[in-house]
């Protein structure tokens, strides 16, 4: 174990929980001056005391231990809050549907931030019969590529795995995709949101103005 739960996380913790060192002490059999030991850097808790410290202020052994609460705020799930991490080191993706501690090859992964897509990573999509196909004009060698497409609705996430020297390209089926993430090895995660009355149109846009035009008209008209 290269963490330990510090005096100063448990302050923290305790204070945020509205609770007194007396009341903490009562829930964990110990005497106040200990856990004003603990707060003052002058003591740690006993390996034992580690999950009813954790109990006590509602939270899991590893967010107690790594200093970081974790909040999930959607406990419904909704796949349009989807996060995706990457270990640098194998380039693992994995995904989640709210905040989590993630870990790969002894790193802590923290989640990708999307950006809206810009000129260096436009993305294109036409509509396929029921499937989207989204592609974009992107190298493909060993040291830049894009390493996965995804397509997220409210309650489901589509990912295709791509790998250099292949075409960066995919399908998915349209129904409720709401939005489309792209992630380039170098400079990161990228979104388009498909448009009603452009993106579910059996031709798609290539020309970037044009798209962009009517991204503005589709949005005053469907909101």
């Known amino acids: 174990m290269n963490?330990?739960?510090?005096?100063?996380?448990?302050?923290?913790?305790?204070?945020k929980n509205k609770m007194t060192q007396r009341e903490l002490a009562e829930k964990l059999g110990v005497s106040e001056k200990t856990v004003s030991k603990w707060e003052n850097m002058r003591g740690l808790p006993d390996i034992t005391l580690l999950e009813p410290i954790a109990k006590a202020f509602g939270i899991s052994l590893t967010e107690l231990i790594s200093g970081n609460t974790v909040y999930n705020t959607n406990v419904s799930a909704n796949m349009l809050r989807s996060k995706f991490y990457i270990c640098p080191v194998c380039g693992n993706v994995i995904h989640t549907m709210g905040e989590a501690e993630i870990h790969c090859h002894g790193i802590m992964l923290s989640p990708l931030e999307a950006e809206a897509t810009d000129e260096e990573h436009m993305i294109f999509i036409d509509r396929v019969e029921d499937e989207y196909y989204v592609r974009i004009d992107h190298s493909m060698t060993k040291k830049h590529y894009i390493s996965f497409m995804a397509a997220a609705t409210s309650d489901a996430i589509q990912m295709v795995k791509l790998y250099p020297e292949g075409s960066a390209e995919a399908r998915f089926k349209i129904r409720g995709v709401r939005r489309i993430f792209v992630y380039c090895n170098r400079d990161g995660l990228f979104f388009i949101d498909p448009v009603k009355g452009i993106d579910d149109k059996e031709s798609g846009y290539d020309d970037s103005k044009e798209r962009r035009e009517l991204e503005k008209a589709a949005d005053i008209l469907f909101g």
């Open 3 to 15: 963490q330990y739960v510090t005096g100063a996380v448990i302050n923290k913790l305790r204070e």
